[in-house]
């Protein structure tokens, strides 16, 4: 079976990753510096501890496994803080990743699956967002991603490199099986925050702003499930290893759910009585994203299996549970 190496295969997404490529039989080596990310998360496979920042170790990476692929979620996600330390993010995200392809390169390894974002777009000029849609990043994190994304056009151009760019919406839920889930410190993510305030572990969620041109005022965001995100690459990574083009894809379930809407789900799933706050609008939060993901479901054959928003806050509930409990 196929050997692929995981970089920031201990995060959140990363992960969830793991678990399913060992599901799928493949040879896994996570590479980490569990900067954000955790050992136990890792479910299997080999573990090595290690920094993109470092040639050294990727080069005796490279030359002690022969991959057939690599998948890289290893970077920087916080928009706000990217705009606030640029160069943290361009360090990582651009520059560590520059290491990462150079040394794939160099050994000979030519497929890549790398986690983009809804963030290289931008505010929106119309929605859905297809593939086509101007890229116009707003913010360094995701200019970081746009950067890549084209760089890795030339990648292909002068070296033969295939890549798949997957474009995250807004990754969320939990393993449905309990063993692993979203662990970010601080967390800034909706879900979590709000499953947060339902368990008592925080005060209250504060809404960023009520006067968008929405239904309810509050922004929507199209919530995608983290399997079924992890299936779309399970599907690219096939692709590549049949010796297809590289590819780009945005990955949501093309339904949009308000601030409000997905407080309301949280309440029903919970059923605890969560403390809501009326806050300010945050900065560079555009009104609306919702994904056209209609080139992967055609070209990947990628179906998502839980588009439902209960089943995502349903399965981060059970996570959040038992993050309480650790915590007791
Ligand atoms: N929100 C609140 N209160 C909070 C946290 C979030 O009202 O305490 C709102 C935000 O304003 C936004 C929505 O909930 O409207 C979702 O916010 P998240 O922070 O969960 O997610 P974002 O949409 O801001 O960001 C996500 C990823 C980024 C990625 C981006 C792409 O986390 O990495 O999608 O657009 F860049």
Redesign the pocket.
Known sequence: MAKILVVGGAGYIGSQMVKQLLKANYEVVVFDNLSTGYRDAVMGGEFVLGDLANRESLKQLFEQYSFDGVMHFASF???GESVLKPSKYYRNNLSNTLNLLDEMVEHNVKKLIFSS???IFGEPQYIPLDEKHPKKPINP??LSKWMVEQILQDYDSAYNFKSVCLR????AGADPEGEIGERHLPE????P?ILQAASGRREK?????EDYETPDG??I?DYIHVVDLCNAHLLALEQLLEEKPSAVYNLGNGEGFS?RQVIDTAKKITNQNIKIDM?QR?EG?PAR?VADSSHAKIALQWQPRYADLEKIVADAWQWEQKMLLKTL
């Open positions: 996600i916080q928009v974002t809804a963030a994190y995701g995250y919406f807004n990754a800034t993510h909706l879900i925050l969620i504060t809404i960023y702003g509050t922004c965001r601030v806050g945050r939060d994203l």
